[in-house]
């Protein structure tokens, strides 16, 4: 379980508030998580007699009809996925402007809370967590659901047995689809994803996002747990959003020459620029992780052999115009099986 958050007088009132609303159903412990898609809550089921967690949307959001009208579907959706490496969802309610989903409370530690306390992380445990984290997108996008903001964050570790579960699927589109003008949302403060783990199509502004936009974002993930970092830093949202769409990953062979030839080349082929030259679907990635055979990219081939090209060439983001031209484009260049 995270750290509880210490309040400010705001959140303070924000959490009376939500309590008094949930009281005949629920006992509200404390905040224990937030960010751009909400505010997560320890409480007691008062009627199930059990723990859980509740995420709450932010009320900057809940006010607006359409954006949750999509949470609640959104939500709705994911409560379906049923899978041991995905948070369980048991409801998904709004209590008068209040809009929330009730899922199970995993005692353990998120990825992130992870790297922050150990730094690079042992190989075995990356390989198996990536496995399940894999297993678990290969179940959701075979149901039509795209994550849409894989990040440490959003992978739980459970204490008991240390397997990952994957938690928010659905809330990024909810907030971006619903909001309408992503600019307009993303300059109030409100996040739409999460920069330091955007594919290089969500980073240009597409809205039809697949699975292998998921794969990209996973391995971002992948990167950071060996390396202790994500491979693309910046100060700035528009400066990160540029390097996921024209600058080049460091290989991990460089930068941590005990990790695997297999699991290098698996990471440095999630972190193509081109989603045609990344793993087409989370099972071939999961096939991979297994079997430690990672087959060439025929896609990576044909465009190496002809004349290389970026693969995103998008309207601008936060006035800054899209990176154009050869050769920039193609990432993971001289990595492993690529």
Not at 47 to 70: G, M, N, Q
């Amino acid at each position: 379980m995270p750290e509880p958050v210490a309040p400010s007088t705001e959140d303070a009132e924000l959490r009376e508030h939500v309590a008094q609303a949930l009281s005949a159903s629920y006992e509200l412990d404390q905040e224990i998580g937030r960010g751009g898609m909400g505010i997560v809550y320890r409480a007691r089921d008062r009627r199930l007699k059990r723990h859980v967690a509740i995420k709450l949307l932010p009320p900057e959001l809940s006010f607006r009809r359409d954006v949750r009208s999509r949470f609640l579907r959104e939500a709705e959706t994911a409560a379906q996925l049923g899978h041991p490496n995905i948070v369980p969802i048991y409801s998904v309610d709004e209590v008068g402007n209040l809009v929330f989903f009730v899922m199970a409370c995993i005692d353990g530690d998120n990825l992130a809370t992870k790297l922050q306390k150990r730094g690079p992380l042992p190989i075995e445990d990356v390989r198996r967590w990536l496995t399940e984290v894999s297993e678990a997108l290969a179940y959701a996008h075979a149901r039509g659901v795209v994550h849409r903001d894989i990040k440490p964050d959003n992978i739980l570790l459970d204490g008991i047995d240390g397997r990952a579960l994957v938690t928010d699927f659905g809330i990024a589109r909810a907030v971006t689809e619903g909001g309408g003008d992503t600019a307009r949302l993303t300059a109030t403060g409100i996040a739409i994803g999460t920069p330091a783990y955007m594919s290089p199509e969500q980073a240009s502004g597409d809205r039809d996002l697949d699975a292998r936009s998921d794969l990209y974002s996973l391995g971002i993930v992948a990167y950071q747990t060996l390396c202790g970092e994500p491979p693309f830093l910046g100060n700035t949202t528009p400066a990160l959003l540029v390097k996921h769409l024209a600058e080049a990953p460091v290989p991990i062979s460089q930068r941590r020459p005990d990790v695997p030839p297999d699991l290098a080349a698996i990471v440095m082929r999630l972190l193509e620029k081109n989603p045609e030259h990344r793993f087409q679907s989370a099972t071939e990635l999961v096939q991979a992780l297994k079997t430690g055979v990672v087959p060439p990219s025929a896609a990576r081939a044909a465009t190496t052999a002809g004349a290389g090209s970026v693969a995103f060439t998008g309207g601008p983001i936060g006035g800054m115009p899209l990176p154009t031209g050869s050769g920039g484009g193609a990432s993971g260049a001289g990595a492993p099986g690529g």
